[in-house]
């Protein structure tokens, strides 16, 4: 691992802290983390069309993309800090949360995020569909 990173990054001893971060972006792109934020936010876009009658595509398309947005802040918490040492007093609570938690955490950010947004964008179909009932081949007021 020391070697690789000293050959990708300039062949310093002093380039291997580099190197560990090229490599943990190099994980993300190959797939290690990358399912961790895809999967909490599809598997709530499922939810949230199975169980919210009243979500619409743009709803789960907000709630998906709030949980990759902050999913990524709790996933690579641990380098932000690292990076950034000031921000200690916000990130540190999030750092401690352990990685089978992130499946509940994103998957629930999506699904509270598309009822709120089912709630504040409704569409003029929205409130027709409402108004009527279909029994049989007709579609009759309530």
């Known amino acids: 691992m020391v070697t690789r990173g000293m050959v990708i990054c300039g062949g310093t001893p002093a380039s291997y802290e580099l190197s560990q971060g090229l490599f943990a972006v190099m994980a993300a792109a190959r797939g290690e983390v990358g399912p961790r934020l895809f999967r909490c936010g599809l ?8 169980f919210w009658k ?3 595509q743009r709803d789960a ?3 998906i993309g709030t949980s990759i947005a902050l999913m990524s802040l709790i996933v690579f918490s641990k380098s932000i800090l690292h990076a950034w040492p000031a921000g200690g007093v916000l990130l540190e609570p999030i750092s401690q949360i352990a990685w089978p938690w992130y499946v509940l955490i994103g998957t629930s950010i999506t699904f509270v995020t598309g009822m ?3 709630f504040i964008f409704v569409t003029r179909s929205d409130e027709s569909c409402a108004r009527f009932e279909i029994s049989g081949n007709q579609t009759q007021p309530i």
Do not use: D, T
């Not at 598997?43 to 199975?50: Q, V, Y």
């Open 54 to 56: 009243r979500a619409r």
């Open 61 to 63: 398309l907000a709630g």
């Open 116 to 118: 709120i947004s089912s």
């Open 43 to 50: 598997l709530g876009g499922f939810f949230l069309g199975i």
